[in-house]
């Protein structure tokens, strides 16, 4: 593993190469545990997702196939910073999601219609959320209502911060969500994982269903590892990293 960007000679003037899986979460600690301070009446919301050089955000019907270890032990990495974890309810079905490690941790579900299985061990452990329009049918879990007819991303941002005192939120896709979360220009930081794999095919890619918007980000910095690049970018003028 290895510094990309910034220069490991502008930040360590005797750079020691990663060698092992504990010296990489070192690495990967020191690079993301940074602070991460929410913009007025709303969360933080940092975007974790690995894509393929072409794009695609699946291999198969799942993410994992384009992911290594290092990208999955920075997955965990990046949860334990979050107070909530945002995900879509097909990502929750494809990737079979359960219940966030954090004792005070919840994962919400973004759904428009309420079809989720809640005898899951998510929804079951009490700490499965739905985030959903306000006319959707009634669910039998904690909900956050926003919208009508479609959901209103900062309204239930805001709601998180409100009922939870959330301060960071970690969206983990899928594309529609992640449309949805660039739509309403809610992005502060993005951690896109590159993975050394072409694709091909129609699958999804990053972003589904947005309108135009146009968000300058500022590269945070590069790591590699077996050819997988980890990149951090934040918003423009962001406070944080």
């Not at 709601?159 to 970690?170: K, L, S, T």
């Not at 739509?183 to 135009?212: K, M, Q, V, Y």
Request: aromatic share 4%.
């Amino acid at each position: 593993m290895r510094h990309l960007f910034p220069h490991a000679a502008d930040t360590n003037p005797s750079p020691q190469p990663a060698d092992d899986a504990a010296d990489d979460l070192a690495v990967l600690r020191a690079a993301y545990d940074v602070p991460r301070q929410p913009p007025p009446g709303r969360p933080w919301v940092s975007l974790c997702m690995v894509t393929s050089l072409d794009g695609a955000t699946v291999a198969g019907s799942t993410s994992r196939g384009l992911s290594n270890a290092t990208d999955q032990a920075l997955l965990l990495l990046l949860r334990t910073f979050a107070d909530v974890i945002l995900v879509g309810a097909a990502t929750v079905r494809e990737e079979r999601y359960g219940p966030p490690r954090g004792e005070h941790q919840r994962l919400a579900v973004v759904s428009r219609t309420g079809r989720l299985d809640f005898d899951s061990p998510l929804f079951t452990s009490g700490k499965g959320v739905v985030v959903m329009p306000e006319d959707a049918p009634p669910v039998p879990v904690e909900s956050i209502r926003a919208g009508r007819g479609d959901i209103d991303m900062p309204a239930a941002l805001a709601e998180m911060a409100r009922r939870w005192d959330a301060r960071v939120v970690q969206a983990e896709g899928g594309p529609t969500l992640n449309g949805l979360l660039v739509d309403a220009d809610l992005i502060d930081e993005l951690n896109l994982t590159l993975s050394p794999l072409i694709i091909g095919g129609t699958g999804p890619r990053l972003t589904a269903g947005g309108g135009s918007v146009v968000r300058r980000m500022s590269l945070a910095h590069v790591i590699e590892d077996d050819g997988f690049l980890f990149t951090r970018y934040l918003r423009v003028n962001s406070p944080s990293g």
